[in-house]
C-alpha cells in the first residue's frame, strides 16, 4: 500500500521536474551545496574531534609558546601539568648528576 502511493509520488516528482527545468537546476544546486558542505563539515569533525592524534602517546603533548607580554600581548598561565613535568625533569636530572 504504501509502496504504491511512494511511487505515484516519485514518477509525479520527476515529471513536475522535467517541466520546470529552471527549479530543477536550483533543487539539484541547492541538495549539491547541501551535500557537499555536510561532508566537508563531517570531515573536519572527524579529523579534529573523533580521530586520535597520530602520535604514540598523545595525553603527554604539551604546548611551548613565548612570552609576548612586553609588546601587549596577554600572558597565560601555565598549566599545573606543564609545571610538574618541569620539577619532575629537574628531579631527574639530579639524580643522574646533570646541573
Not at 11 to 23: D, E, I, P, Q, S
Amino acid at each position: 500500500m504504501w509502496f504504491e502511493t511512494f511511487w505515484r509520488d516519485v514518477r509525479f516528482g520527476t515529471r513536475t521536474l522535467r517541466k520546470a527545468h529552471a527549479f530543477s537546476a536550483f533543487a539539484i544546486a541547492v541538495l549539491a551545496l547541501g551535500i557537499g558542505a555536510s561532508t566537508a563539515i563531517f570531515s573536519v569533525a572527524d579529523v579534529v574531534l573523533i580521530r586520535p592524534l597520530p602520535y604514540r602517546d598523545p595525553s603527554r603533548l604539551v604546548m611551548v609558546w613565548e612570552d609576548a607580554s612586553f609588546v601587549g600581548f596577554h600572558t597565560t598561565r601555565r598549566h599545573p601539568e606543564i609545571s610538574r613535568t618541569g620539577e619532575r625533569k629537574t628531579q631527574l636530572r639530579r639524580r643522574r648528576g646533570d646541573s
